[in-house]
């Protein structure tokens, strides 16, 4: 089998795509031919060694975290009815191989049958962290939230999941994606590139911010003009909140296997949608990960194996 390797912190130049045996298949096995996998800013910002201090790894080591497939056998001890079935999961030890040997029961789900395998893909380091974040700050009709990186692969699940929880949503992204996150549900729209914090004068009040990008400076931006903030971050561990009627917390907690089950309904029925910006050619591994380094997402980029 085929798998790409980070070599080095010198960024996508230290990836390697190499070939190797496949690893010995236990009574706690599920063998899956991946077909996807989601390209995840922790992957790239991992290559280029900025995550040493909260996420320390040891290489080479294999890249990327979740993972779609078809099952193709199982060991003893797992559900020999999942041969043949569309899965997705996550793989600790590195999800970027053609073949993935699933061992960890609880991190394996089935794919319902209208429900593409491509879009239940982006579930994993997508829908998965926007469950965790709506259901953090307890999201309701109430609130008015601002959603910075809207128009990436979680924040686009940020915004259909609180609008199903009757939330108000600013939505805070490139210009260039205005419309694009307008389609999804959001009620404000702001440019990061004008001036954020007029733009935040002339609009509707937040009482909460979810933080998908984790820049100091935009979350100082925001505080400093509004009051009282609740600040939830995904992405940034520290932050001190300039007035005292303003929170901030950091995590990046699990769903629980009954929040992927949740979320693979709501896109069986349609409530929720995923946005997939581009699918690459696994061989194109430094292509996607320099797109997704450098451009405007729109949703989750992908890997096609």
């Known amino acids: 089998m085929q798998q790409i390797i980070q070599t080095d912190f010198s960024g ?5 795509i190499e070939t190797i045996a496949e690893s010995h298949l236990t009574p706690l096995s599920v063998k899956v031919n991946t077909k996807y996998i989601p390209v995840l800013p922790y992957d790239w910002m991992t290559e280029y060694g900025l995550l040493k201090t909260i996420r320390p790894v040891k290489l080479p080591m294999v890249i990327g975290y979740g993972f779609g497939g078809i099952v193709e056998s199982t060991g003893l001890l797992r559900d020999h009815q999942l041969v043949g079935k569309a899965v997705i999961g996550v793989q600790p030890t590195g999800s ?3 073949v993935i040997n699933a061992q960890l029961p609880p991190l394996l789900f089935e794919v319902p049958p209208k429900v593409a395998l491509k879009d239940a893909v982006t579930l994993i380091g997508g829908a998965d962290a926007a469950l965790h974040a709506v259901n953090s700050i307890k999201a309701n009709s109430t609130d008015v939230v601002l959603v910075t990186g809207a128009s990436g692969g979680v924040g686009t699940y940020l915004i259909q999941l609180l609008k199903l929880a009757g939330a108000t949503v600013i939505a805070l992204a490139n210009p260039d994606n205005r419309i694009f996150v307008q389609s999804l549900g959001a009620d404000v729209v702001l440019g990061y590139q004008a001036d954020l914090a007029a733009q935040l004068t002339r609009t509707i009040v937040p009482n909460k911010v979810i933080d998908t990008v984790g820049r100091p400076e935009l979350l100082q931006t925001i ?10 971050s995904l992405s940034l561990t520290n932050f001190n909140p300039p007035k005292p009627n303003q929170s901030f917390k950091f995590s990046n907690g699990s769903i629980g296997i009954s929040g992927y089950h949740q979320l693979l309904a709501l896109l069986a029925t349609g409530q929720i949608q995923a946005q997939i910006q581009t699918v690459y050619p696994f061989e194109d591994v430094k292509k996607a990960h320099l797109a997704a380094k450098n451009g405007h997402a729109r949703g989750r980029m992908l890997l096609a194996f």
């Open 12 to 16: 996508v130049d230290g990836l390697q």
């Open 223 to 232: 505080a400093t003009v509004h009051e009282q903030l609740t600040i939830f």
């Open 96 to 98: 970027a191989q053609t």
